[in-house]
């Protein structure tokens, strides 16, 4: 399963990576504006840290996944506890 993370905070970015490999799943994470979030291909799941990115990147990222039929999990904080429990529902056969 490929995740795509957008938001969270920069010294985070290992520990969710982290997660997701337990997980199974291949994780690609956008702490920060970059070009690269503009065509993020075609992951299994988007997940968005809605308290800690910019209005900007919420609807690059929503326009990406509305376009491809990605599904979206939303979160307001960017903890690992909170993408553990998304990745809990999403990716529960996965582990």
Do not use: W
Not at 6 to 23: I, Q, S
Not at 74 to 89: E, F, G, Q
């Amino acid at each position: 399963m490929s995740v795509v993370i957008v938001g969270g905070n920069e010294c985070m970015v290992r520990r969710y990576e982290d997660l997701c490999r337990e997980y199974s799943c291949k994780a690609k994470v956008f702490a920060k504006p970059d070009r690269g979030m503009q065509n993020f291909g075609n992951p299994d799941l988007l997940v968005l840290f809605t308290g800690t990115m910019s209005h900007k990147m919420l609807s690059i990222a929503m326009g990406q996944a509305k376009k491809k039929n990605i599904p979206v999990a939303h979160s307001a904080t960017s903890s690992v506890s909170a993408l553990k429990n998304i990745l809990d529902i999403h990716a529960k056969g996965e582990r």
